[in-house]
């Protein structure tokens, strides 16, 4: 919030109270982005590239609230008893000795381009608290704890975060669109508490992944952060960005600690790309065939994941696709959170709009020559029971479970790691979540190690996993 000081009527260079109130944060852009101006700024080291460290230069993150069964989708176990196995089979792929879930068909054809980690681990069976330790590389504390809230000391930032943070400015970008982006949803659970382990954390807003909060699967499609409102013509556009910087220039001089630094960067960057033809057209479905749109599929997700590709092409670093909650999930089973009737969820409503988007995406991004350098990370906050509960369904499950990764440095066709015959425990290649972040960050060009400081200035390392060796 600007502060307003003193009682006159008028403060800040004849600035009204009323016109600061219009301000509003970027509501006065016409935009919905109010967290995107304030904040601490991140301190960091900048990256090193050598030889084949850094091929990536972009990230998508396909996350899967909820999470699937291992046994159904990446890890089948067909000589399992029934209670185990259940009714999804395994089919070959294009890798002769590699076998996937039955109801993914389209990746089957991928696997070639596949790294599939099956002993990942969290050891935590909690929604919130093993997907903060998911999201951020670090175990929450305590473990198990759901319906978990943001805030100390529970407060690393996300991976994309630490994008933001370490490297501002994606290589090959236009310096318009931010570093990280989110979308379409934050992560909640059924009492609506947002997930901790999503945000900036201790670096601050600055750092902060900007959140896109749309539906990609309806019509017509528009992202609030890139639509001005119907009343703000240019001028008017003009005059409240003028409006900001009169108040800019009176706060420069009660502040010295410059906080400002970021507010006016991001403040600027909000102006740019409301000019932008190129930043708003990234953002513009309607832009791509019809075609396209339907290889996706016109799932949310399937549109959610063809939009994060068109914001990684314009230059994005990393995006992270959140498996959509609706309105209309089922409270008792919702996204991929199945305690009951698991296969008829997963035959009707899951794993068909993930396995053709996330096919379509590798697809579509070896035709343009990009899969080489994006990073594809599918993934969730922990994997499903070995066996089957009382309601045909299984529950949570965070001590293994599988994540599957694609392009930017990483090996295709490779299975690292295995769980016992019940998918039960790791047995081998135990893989925790800073490992994860510690290979994600290597892809990008980032040393697992590289320096950020906390809220009292202190120098830390930004993720203390070690690089998967075995599939880079």
């Known amino acids: 919030m600007l502060p307003v000081l003193g009682g006159a009527a008028r403060v800040c260079d004849r600035v009204s109270r009323r016109e600061i109130l219009r301000l509003g944060g970027l509501g006065a852009l016409g935009l919905s982005l109010p967290d995107l101006l304030g904040g601490h700024r991140a301190h960091a080291v900048p990256a090193r590239a050598a030889g084949s460290f850094g091929q990536a230069k972009s990230c998508i993150v396909l996350f899967l609230m909820g999470a699937p069964p291992q046994h159904s989708t990446w890890d089948p176990k067909p ?43 969290t050891g935590d069976n909690a929604h919130s608290s093993s997907g903060y330790y998911m999201m951020t590389g670090r175990p929450h504390q305590p473990m198990n704890f759901e319906n978990a809230n943001p ?27 931010p570093a990280s982006i989110r979308l379409p949803h934050r992560i909640f659970n059924t009492d609506a508490s947002v997930w ?57 001089a009660a502040e010295t600690s410059g906080a400002l630094d970021s ?11 409301l000019r932008s033809a190129h930043s708003g057209g990234a953002v513009q479905l309607d832009r791509e065939p019809a075609s396209v749109r339907d290889r996706y599929g016109r799932s949310p997700f399937g549109q959610s994941v063809l939009l994060a590709r068109r914001l990684i092409e314009a230059g994005v670093a990393l995006v992270q696709v ?9 409270p008792d089973n919702p996204c991929w959170d199945s305690h009951t009737q698991e296969t008829a969820r997963l035959k009707n409503v899951l794993v068909p709009p993930m396995d053709q988007a996330f096919a379509a995406l590798l697809e579509d991004l070896t035709q343009r020559g990009m ?27 965070g001590a293994v479970f599988s994540v599957a990764l694609a392009g930017g440095g990483i090996r295709g066709g490779v299975v690292h790691g295995a769980s016992d015959g019940q998918g039960a425990q790791p047995v081998d290649g135990r893989v925790q979540p800073q490992d994860l972040t510690a290979t994600i960050l290597h892809c990008l060009g980032i040393h697992p190690d590289s320096e950020i400081r906390d809220r009292l200035g202190r120098p830390i390392a930004a993720c203390t996993g070690e690089v998967i060796r075995q599939i880079v």
């Open 196 to 252: 901790p382990g999503q945000d900036s954390g201790f670096l601050g807003r600055a750092a902060d992944p900007w959140l896109f909060t749309c539906q990609p699967g309806a019509t017509p499609f528009r992202i609030p952060e890139f639509t001005l409102d119907a009343h703000m013509t240019p001028p008017r556009l003009h005059e409240r960005q003028s409006l900001m910087q009169r108040l800019d220039r009176q706060l420069a």
């Open 263 to 273: 507010f006016n960067r991001q403040q600027q960057q909000a102006f740019d790309i």
């Open 79 to 121: 000589n399992a008893v029934a209670e185990v196995r259940g009714e999804i089979g395994p089919i070959a792929t294009a890798v002769p000795g590699i076998h996937i879930g039955e109801l993914m068909p389209r990746l089957a054809r991928w696997t070639d381009k596949l790294a599939i980690l099956r002993a990942m681990s």
């Open 371 to 397: 899969l080489d350098e994006t990073l594809v990370a599918c993934m969730a906050e922990f994997g499903r029971t070995p066996r089957f509960n009382n309601r045909t369904g299984r529950d949570h499950w």
């Open 151 to 177: 805030g100390a000391p529970n407060d690393w930032p996300t991976l994309g975060a630490l994008v933001q943070a370490l490297r501002r400015q994606p290589r090959g970008g236009r310096g318009l669109l």
């Open 322 to 330: 959140n498996w959509y909650r609706g309105p209309d999930e089922p």
